[in-house]
């Protein structure tokens, strides 16, 4: 009853042409060989994105200049499209973060990561559709796999985008979850890297000490590849391995809200993990966990409503209710809860240093289950949270369906900084799951 | 040969009409006794501002609004002018951090700091000279002490402002040395909290580890007032002391490289401390602080290549020489590099944890002397940038003057988050230095 994003074929899965997801790294292979020129990639894209955006409303705006910076650009990335989610500046486009306050406003520059990228050759293909400011209140976009369904938050246009084949890659940020459930939702790899290896400069804060910059591509491999330009640090997987590592299974406080065939997926995969070269042990949810996993949302409504400030003075009409309210709240927390917040965090976080003296990483599920059937809500960051707070490398690795030919992502976490060995094992991960499904 | 700034009928002083920094405190005082308005206080700056900024330049630009802010704004900085290094975004006011780039660009809201400014009743005076991005290229702002003397840079405004009286508070921002050094060199307070303390959302980043928003005010009470509104935490020190305190004696390794006689001044009033209360040891200068005083720059430029890759890719011809140079080098910097000086950062930070165990607070120089005659340059920050690299609260404690009438700071740097014993020690040295120097 499952079948892998790339067994289209398969007749147990309905063939979705808007489920296209395209291969940074075959791009690139393709662009070497001479087989496919950068303006062919970008206008392949922007096809891609006239036939099927309308459906799926992943972008704000798309760029007129796409074209023009596909002739000009060079670098390791050039003749791959990009989209950015709407809470980047970007000095040719809009950023309006999906909120009335910033309707029209387009930035005086860009952001370092879109500068950085520009150039590492990117072409702009436009802004993605975010939740307002990064946060729950969700945007038109629908998931590609079922225009009903939410294609998760906060980074929704730019999960949507990579997964219709509209863009091979995209940014988008996390505070909660909002790379990894959108990128679980849509099926695609989403990457987090540890906090502070992509800038957040010239992106809209929501809380200082959580938000991070990461990664939407068809793979792994294609994430590894781009954060690898990126960061300018070796990250890439496709000229590497790594031999037998040890994954600690974290079913954490939360399983039971789960998704129970979810699960079940999971268990299996997992059992068949050591049939692949993985070592698996069970790791413990300690109290402090948990005391971490509630203190984010302390950190992070503090921070907000420092963070967004302006917009919650001159303009509170203009926020939505869900917003205002949480900022509402906010205002009572005090500088004590904040502290004692980030106390637990770090105490939390040191207590998971000493598990990852046995572990190479950590593996659990990377939502609470598929896509929900609405689009009112983009879901839950139960299974993200605690480890956003920690900085730790997240990776989205798909592969895994529902029965009813929704994603069901994989999380692998890695210790803080160690971001390559945890881009090697995701990329194993993913092997391993379309073999395990072939089976 | 010496005098403080609030004995200007000294006749060892030649009076300067310049030099008449106002008490935040005390023009909270009329205000509530009603013996002054909030619009007479505005209105007051606003006379200084244009009595004397046409010798001085502090200011980028004037508000037209102050005035109706002040009519408008409730709070318990209502009747506070506040003056805001330009690197601060305002919505109103044209926001250009001293670069040819920014020219006439006004932000789409105004930065954490100034709206929570706002909100707790400030006035925005206008918009204070900046070096370049905060880094070392000088504006136009004279020391008001002497106009032929650089004010210390890089809230070179900010500082001039409040020392001319021509605003009673002031944000800056430092990342080496960029709020103690002009605070010294114009005998003002200043006050960099610990990181994080005040948020640093809206401000132009040079370096994200390093950048720290910071205040300017007349004295030690006044900024610790101020620091108390802004952060929602307990900071003032005009309702309390603490007793006894032991301070650690930081003769760094760059000592020889200060001025003799401010040395001389130094272990003058030092000596002097016990009398007053206040217990004195000498702490090691290891060779891990030295190293993390090297690694700091390595931090700070390969985030500077990060955060001004647009300004970089797209108006190197706008950048001057220095800056320019300073980020043709960064690309040089490797990531390892860059993991590698904030590993000894994080080492020497631990290390220096164990020092605080024995002390309160830590007493140094603020700068290598005092103000420079030349705009050319600000001076230097080797006596700020390792505290400021470990995010640790600096206060520049004013009172000591040059032979020459210019004003000489003290230092003293609190444990992490322990801030507001840091202005209470602080406070404490001030009132020594003016009854050491009436001695």
Redesign the interface.
């Known amino acids: 009853m499952t079948s892998t994003r790339d067994s289209q074929s398969d007749d147990q899965k309905p063939d979705n042409p808007l489920i296209a997801p395209v291969s940074l790294i075959s791009i690139l292979r393709q662009i070497e060989d001479g087989s496919l020129t950068p303006e062919q990639s970008i206008q392949a894209s922007l096809e891609r994105i006239s036939a099927h955006d309308p459906a799926i409303k992943a972008f704000e705006c798309v760029s007129q200049n796409a074209l023009d910076e596909a002739k000009s650009r060079k670098g390791p990335l050039a003749g791959i499209g990009l989209a950015i989610k709407d809470v980047f500046d970007t000095?040719d486009l809009k950023t309006e973060c999906n909120s009335p306050?910033?309707h029209g406003?387009t930035?005086?520059?860009?952001?370092?990561l879109?500068?950085?990228s520009?150039?590492a050759g990117c072409s702009v293909l436009g802004k993605t559709v975010t939740t307002e400011f990064a946060f729950f209140q969700p945007g038109a976009t629908c998931n590609p796999h079922n225009l009903d369904h939410t294609p998760g938050g906060s980074s929704s246009g730019s999960a949507a985008a990579v997964a219709a084949g509209m863009a091979p890659l995209a940014l988008g940020t996390q505070t909660g979850g909002s790379v990894i459930r959108p990128a679980s939702f849509c099926g695609v790899a989403g990457f987090k890297p540890s906090a502070?290896l992509l800038?957040?400069?010239?992106m809209k804060?929501f809380s200082?000490?959580l938000d991070t910059a990461g990664l939407f591509a068809k793979g792994v491999e294609d994430v590894a590849y781009a954060a690898s330009v990126l960061?300018?640090?070796h990250m890439r997987v496709d000229d590497g391995q790594i031999s037998n590592p040890t994954l600690g299974i974290a079913r954490t406080h939360s399983w039971n809200e789960a998704n129970p065939a979810y699960r079940e997926q999971f268990e299996s995969l997992v059992s068949s993990l050591s049939t692949f070269g993985i070592n698996l042990i069970d790791i413990p949810i300690t109290d402090e966990f948990i005391a971490a996993f509630h203190a984010h949302q302390v950190i992070q409504d503090y921070?907000a409503k420092?963070?967004l400030?302006?917009?919650y003075?001159?303009h509170p009409d203009k926020l939505s209710p869900l917003l205002r309210e949480t900022l509402d709240f906010a205002q009572t927390i005090?500088?004590s809860d904040y502290?004692e917040a980030r106390m637990l965090a770090d105490y939390a976080s040191q207590q998971l240093d000493e598990v990852f003296e046995d572990v190479d990483a950590i593996i659990s599920l990377s939502a609470p289950g598929p896509a929900l059937k609405s689009l009112a809500s983009t879901g839950s960051s139960i299974f993200n949270r605690t480890w956003t707070l920690f900085g730790l490398p997240c990776i989205n690795v798909p592969g895994l369906m529902s029965e009813d030919c929704l994603p069901l992502g994989i999380q692998i976490i890695g210790p803080y900084?160690h971001d390559h060995d945890a881009l090697l094992i995701a990329d194993m991960v993913e092997k391993a799951i379309q073999r395990h499904l072939s089976r």
Chains 1, 2 share one sequence.
Not at 107 to 112: C, E, L, M, T, V
Not at 199 to 202: A, C, E, S
Request: aromatic share 8%; hydrophobic share 30%; proline share 8%.
């Open positions: 000095q306050i910033y406003c930035p005086n520059a860009d952001a370092s879109v500068a950085m520009r150039a502070g800038p957040t400069v010239g804060t200082w000490s960061t300018g640090r921070e420092q963070a400030c302006w917009e003075e001159n005090k500088p502290d900084m």
